[in-house]
């Protein structure tokens, strides 16, 4: 009995220092918790509705620990993502304590069905971690509809893309030195916002002259308002060592820069651009830096800056159509078309030759008091600087400086139909249009919806009035 009075003690202090402790919890803002991923991606190409689970752990390197008030998934119950916090279903969690030097773990499933067509390509989704005054988020994403999904992919051989389904590309995409990429008529390309198209080789987009056929960059958000927003993604970057370039019936929409080009090609025209639009670029539409390019039939429309082509180069414009409106994205601040033999980083300039050509084309923008010139040219240095212009219509007040200029049409090009607060663009011609049959014969049989050039004077522009 005296046994088991003296053990009494020993059982309690035991109890007190073991089973019986209770956790010490911090509620200072300045002690933050971790996660092991602040992306969950789901990259499963899902071919019938399926369920994919993953987990996300929240890591606690506090010697106390932290409750989290709330666990929420910010698209609750109507989400295709599920949330289960150490057993405790979503889609919302309270209270969850995370002892210290511990962690606690969120096991997050989709289902999806990928036939669905009014699912984006890619469902997004956030889960929100709310503690101690806090607010962190971890992002989820996952295939929507059925496509060709390519996450950081490299073309390092002869690859050829065809229209079975889109192709979504996150995190970019890169055609290496010496490959091909070939995109065949109708594919249809949607880009992420952090998805770069890079063409360190060469790229041959082939298309037809029907919507249908048409081969389409823009970027990955279909939704409203999100599908009409420039800058959706990077643009299309052909580099130093990119050569025999080729875009037939494109479109490159809403692109922070539309298309890239830079330094010239050793096997003569680096990009041939022809019956292609360029629109609703957030910061330039085209631009050339001393490189090649050949555009026939080339709408460039509504971007922040359209075309600039510095630093010299050799460039054939014939039947384009470079215009600006501004509208609830974009104000028409620059020029249309600026060129120039230099280009000035720092305190350091550095020329090249320039020839540059531009037959039947227009040029405008929209009279909104700041942009009185849309054609500006500016020349530094002994270059050669042969800038011509040939049958244009375009508004300047003071003609480009060192240019050639011959055959300048007068008055409004008259488009079909310009709506900015409805943001409906129509750059064909209507009648009476000083543009119609103001051009010279080109070579051009085609505009850029596939309708055949008369036998006579063609329109100036990319489009023939039928």
């Known amino acids: 009995m005296n046994r088991m009075k003296n053990l009494l003690p020993v059982a309690v202090l035991l109890c007190f220092l073991f089973s019986c402790r209770k956790e010490s919890f911090t509620t200072d803002s300045r002690a933050r918790l971790a996660s092991s991923v602040d992306t969950l991606h789901f990259d499963t190409v899902f071919t019938t509705t399926g369920s994919v689970s993953q987990f996300v752990k929240i890591i606690n390197n506090n010697d106390k620990g932290i409750r989290l008030s709330s666990v929420r998934l910010a698209g609750g119950a109507a989400s295709p993502f599920q949330i289960n916090v150490d057993g405790v279903a979503g889609p919302q969690v309270s209270n969850v304590e995370v002892l210290g030097n511990d962690s606690a773990y969120i096991y997050v499933t989709v289902r999806i069905n990928p036939t669905a067509r009014d699912l984006p390509f890619v469902v997004r989704d956030s889960i929100e971690l709310t503690y101690n005054g806090n607010r962190t988020w971890i992002q989820l994403d996952a295939f929507g509809q059925n496509a060709h999904f390519l996450r950081n992919r490299k073309i390092t051989g002869n690859e050829t893309w065809n229209n079975d389904l889109p192709y979504v590309i996150l995190g970019g995409l890169t055609v290496d030195t010496n490959a091909l990429l070939s995109i065949n008529k109708g594919c249809r390309i949607y880009l992420h916002a952090d998805a770069p198209f890079v063409i360190h080789g060469s790229l041959q987009v082939t298309g037809e002259k029907w919507d249908s056929t048409r081969v389409v960059f823009t970027g990955d958000r279909l939704d409203e308002p999100y599908r009409d927003f420039p800058a959706s993604y990077p643009g299309l970057v052909f580099t130093a060592s990119s050569q025999n370039n080729s875009i037939r019936y494109g479109i490159i929409k809403n692109a922070y820069q539309g298309i890239v080009v830079s330094d010239a090609s050793s096997s003569g025209t680096k990009l041939q651009l022809s019956e292609t639009i360029i629109d609703n670029a957030y910061d330039v539409g085209l631009l050339g830096i001393n490189t090649s390019i050949t555009a026939r039939n080339l709408l460039v429309s509504n971007c922040g800056k359209n075309v600039i082509l510095a630093l010299g180069g050799r460039y054939d414009f014939v039947h384009s159509t470079i215009a600006t409106f501004s509208n609830n994205f974009i104000q ?18 550095t020329v090249n030759h320039l020839n540059a050509s531009f037959r039947n084309c227009i040029f405008w923008g929209d009279q909104n008091g700041f942009v009185s010139n849309e054609v500006v040219t500016a020349k530094q240095g002994n270059t050669n600087f042969n800038v011509t212009f040939d049958r244009v219509l375009w508004r300047v007040q003071t003609p480009p400086a060192n240019a050639t200029v011959s055959g300048v049409v007068s008055g409004e090009p008259l488009f079909d139909s310009i709506n900015t607060a409805e943001r409906f ?11 119609i049959n103001a051009g010279s014969t080109a070579g051009v049989p085609l505009d850029l919806d596939g309708n055949p050039r008369p036998v006579g004077l063609p329109d100036l522009g990319a489009y023939e009035k039928q």
Do not use: Y
């Not at 028409?332 to 300039?349: M, R, S, Y």
């Not at 663009?425 to 000083?434: A, E, V």
């Open 425 to 435: 663009f129509n750059f064909r011609l209507k009648d009476g249009s000083p543009a």
């Open 332 to 349: 028409h601040k620059d020029p249309v078309l600026l060129l120039t033999n230099f280009l000035t980083q720092g305190n350091v300039v």
